[in-house]
């Protein structure tokens, strides 16, 4: 057989596995991208006075509309509104979304009505929300960090609020976003205002992007469930606000 022959056929066939290998490749099912947190518009907002509440932050009107479309408290809205806001000046590259802070909201405690809690026209959670005894069965053991000053537990840590802080973290991210002199992780402006700054440090870059989004809220809870339960809401909620 002439060699040219033999080369043409030889071509031919190398054509047709590449292009057998390209079909397999482009049936086989591909690998999902873990969920994040569609990015949103930053919350319309004035000037930010130098001794701002965070709940006083947000536009009125965004506020209302937003609100009502979701079904999210709109005092609880507010505070998380007016949290992104602070977030915006002090960490800039971060970019939370207020969804973010929503869905961290609702899963950690339902907007602050988890066991019969609710938010109050003060922001603050009554009756206080403290939640289970972490020993091990379903949660990471935690021992007592502050004498049982903010979960009532003198033995070992809760967390409390309606964000959810274990005192050891609250130690460190503890915020007075109403700015009534007492950090109170009761006071969902206080603890909004603590978990914006959180998340920021916790991310430590653009939010916007998809792992660094899954790293911050994974830093809040290192479930994969958790994850997938906090970008499902978020996303919800900016649908909803649309």
């Known amino acids: ?14 054509a047709t596995v590449v292009g057998i290998v390209l079909l397999v490749v482009a049936v086989l099912p591909r690998e999902p991208e873990p969920p994040f947190a569609t990015p949103v518009d930053a919350v319309p907002h004035s000037t930010v006075p130098v001794d701002y509440q965070v709940a006083t932050l947000a536009d009125a009107q965004w506020v209302d509309r937003v609100a009502e ?33 929503a869905g961290v909201g609702w899963t950690e405690s339902h907007h602050g009505t988890a ?6 026209e003060d922001g603050v959670a009554t009756p206080p929300i403290v939640g289970p005894e972490l020993v091990g069965e379903g949660f990471s053991p935690q021992a007592d960090s502050d004498g049982g000053a903010l979960d009532g537990d003198p033995l070992s840590d809760r967390a409390v609020g309606p964000l959810q802080f274990l005192p050891t973290t609250w130690a ?8 009534d002199g007492i950090f109170d992780p009761q006071n ?14 916790a991310g430590d870059g653009d939010q916007h992007e998809r792992e660094v989004w899954r790293a911050a809220v994974g830093a809040y809870n290192a479930s994969d469930a958790y994850i997938a339960d906090v970008a499902a809401r978020a996303n919800e909620y900016a649908e909803l606000a649309r």
């Not at 969902?188 to 440090?201: E, K, N, S, T, V």
């Open 1 to 14: 057989m002439p060699r040219q022959r033999v080369l043409v056929i030889a071509g031919a066939i190398a």
């Open 69 to 101: 479309a979701t079904g999210i408290p709109r005092r609880v809205l507010a505070a998380y509104a007016g949290a992104t806001i602070i977030a915006e000046l002090e960490h800039p590259y971060c970019k939370l979304g207020w969804t973010t802070l």
């Open 115 to 120: 066991n019969g809690s609710s938010i109050g």
């Open 172 to 179: 460190v991210y503890r915020s007075d976003g109403n700015r």
């Open 188 to 201: 969902i402006d206080d603890a909004a205002a603590a978990a914006a700054r959180y998340l920021c440090q």
